[in-house]
């Protein structure tokens, strides 16, 4: 689908992107990162998180989040080289793992936006760890906030979605990605997506920008998908207001989250 200029969300910031060149399944070159970064200037974004993977099981990070640093600020310079006025911030989608909050406090992980206060973190695609309503609670009780990266896609969550609403009130806020409202992962990944948002269990949409073509930075068509779900106001918040408060490590006044009731189907003679 085409659309227009008129199209865009003026403002819009993305805070989970894989944006940085050749370091994950993300952009391949220093040219896919720049069309995506168009693509995404284009449709109204102003400021990206690079959020490489980082799966510190079993791994030596040190380094790393320096690392990063650099790549983004280099990143930054290409991009205003090439004309564009879209800025890129470090981060980290970092995979769940009950050590997160000490290798935030030692400088080997990076929060979103490298501002302090917001952490990206993964869950596994399958099942949900035993330990993570405790690992996002001593996040929470640190000063820091948790934010789950597509709770859609995970399978436990799907079944459940009130795994999420635990996760929240243990202090954790939701992202879903863009694609999931568009429908690119499929119908059933789009209802939870739809199931999140309506009932505030994620809080942001994000592109989990991949590459240009099959995972774009582009939030403008998930953004009218919540619009007809949660009203504008709803949705322009998830893609503009709370994202940019995350990377300003500002605090965000959220509503309260509501549980989930499968509905139940009643058959009549």
Known sequence: MRLGRDSAVPGAVDIHTHILPGVDDGARNLNEAIVMARAAQERGSVLMVATPHADFAGRRWQG???TIRSSVAALNAVFESSGLSVKVL???EIAMHPRVLELLRHGDALTIGDAGKYVLVELPFQQIPTYAEKAVFDLSSAGYVPVIAHPERCSEVAT???RMYRLVRAGAMGQVN???LTGAFGRSVRQ???TLLRHGLAHVIA???HSPEDRPCRLDLAFAAASRLVGREAA???????PRAVVRAETVQLESPEKFVRRKWFLFG
């Open 90 to 92: 470090p981060g980290m």
């Open 192 to 194: 939870v997506a739809e």
């Open 178 to 180: 863009a694609g999931s």
């Open 160 to 162: 459940d979605p009130n």
């Open 64 to 66: 790393v989040a320096s």
């Open 236 to 242: 322009l918040r998830a893609v503009r207001d709370i």
């Open 207 to 209: 592109s989990d920008g």
